[in-house]
């Protein structure tokens, strides 16, 4: 017993383990997540239906979308994005590798009527053929992923946009890395059963990664069953300079910045910061 509470308390190698893809995977989550998203008036894993309007408004001004416009949505979720932006008439794809959230935007796509197209897929690996006016990655998703994952994915986004073209990304800010602390603890049946439809006790500690400005919540899962498992959330928190050289590393520049997806204006006192980005032509 005292070897395994060592190893729910060790701090491990930053970035030393990924286990996004098991919020996902799993189906028991994947119904838990897609609730979160389609609740309207809170923001656990997409914004809340006021914000999201207020988002497609400002956008909608900011890069003239209309007829014709391409975008893609990295990380779409349910299509609570894409369905507003195939409202305006744009040629929209959306972008999950969550299979239970891209079953429900398909579904929904099609009893609106709206022509979009939806890949299940780790956006990660995806190829696609053409490029895009808009791109967006919304719900600080970039954060989420190590640097070679974002130094990637970055590449990638630089090869898609149009000439013109732009993207959309919000991220969490030092403020919030610095507004955080080291806690654990445990509880029985942590979020209201999210991680198991059975009976389980979860031990969650968070460990900050000072230097590199890294959160990490650690969740180590013990089932009546008898299953475990241990699943890393990763978050990388950035100043709008550490954020503009990772850009630059892939040929992008910061065009604007904003306090978030909506237009408002830059504060660095916020926990999450929003830019609008080009390529450095």
């Known amino acids: 017993m005292f070897k395994t509470l060592e190893e729910i308390n060790l701090r491990p190698k930053i970035f030393g383990a990924y286990t996004a893809e098991s919020l996902w995977s799993d ?9 979160f998203h389609l609740n309207e008036h809170i923001d656990v894993s997409s914004r809340n239906h006021k914000f999201i309007e207020s988002s497609i408004e400002w956008m909608k001004e900011e890069f003239a979308l209309n007829i014709g416009s391409k975008i893609c ?3 779409c979720g349910p299509g609570l994005y894409t369905s507003k932006f195939a409202r305006l008439g744009a040629d929209v794809t959306g ?9 429900y935007a398909n579904e929904k796509a ?5 022509n979009i197209k939806y890949i299940n897929a780790n956006y990660l690996d995806v190829s696609l053929p053409t490029q895009y006016d808009l791109i967006t990655m919304i719900m600080c998703d970039f954060c989420a992923l190590n640097p070679k994952q974002r130094a990637s994915l970055l590449a990638k986004f630089s090869d898609l946009l149009s000439h013109s073209g732009k993207l959309v990304m919000d991220v969490y800010s030092v403020s919030s890395f610095d507004a955080k602390e080291e806690v ?3 509880e029985r049946n942590h979020l209201n059963h999210f991680w198991y439809q059975e009976d389980y006790y979860c031990f969650s500690n968070t460990f900050k ?7 990490l919540d650690k969740y180590s899962l013990f089932t009546q069953s008898g299953k475990s498992e241990v699943v890393y959330n990763w978050l990388q928190c950035f100043s709008l300079e550490t954020l503009k050289q990772e850009l630059a590393n892939a040929g992008l520049r910061v065009q604007a910045v904003y306090s978030d997806v909506c237009g408002n204006n830059y504060n660095p006192n916020l926990t999450e910061f929003a830019v609008v980005v080009e390529r450095n032509i």
Request: proline letters at 0%; aromatic letters at 12%.
């Open 27 to 35: 189906s028991h989550r994947a119904k838990q997540m897609l609730t």
């Open 73 to 75: 949505d990295f990380g």
């Open 95 to 103: 972008i999950d590798f969550s299979a239970s959230s891209i079953e």
């Open 110 to 114: 099609s009893e609106l009527g709206l």
């Open 184 to 186: 654990s603890g445990y």
């Open 209 to 215: 990664y000072e230097e590199e400005k890294v959160i």
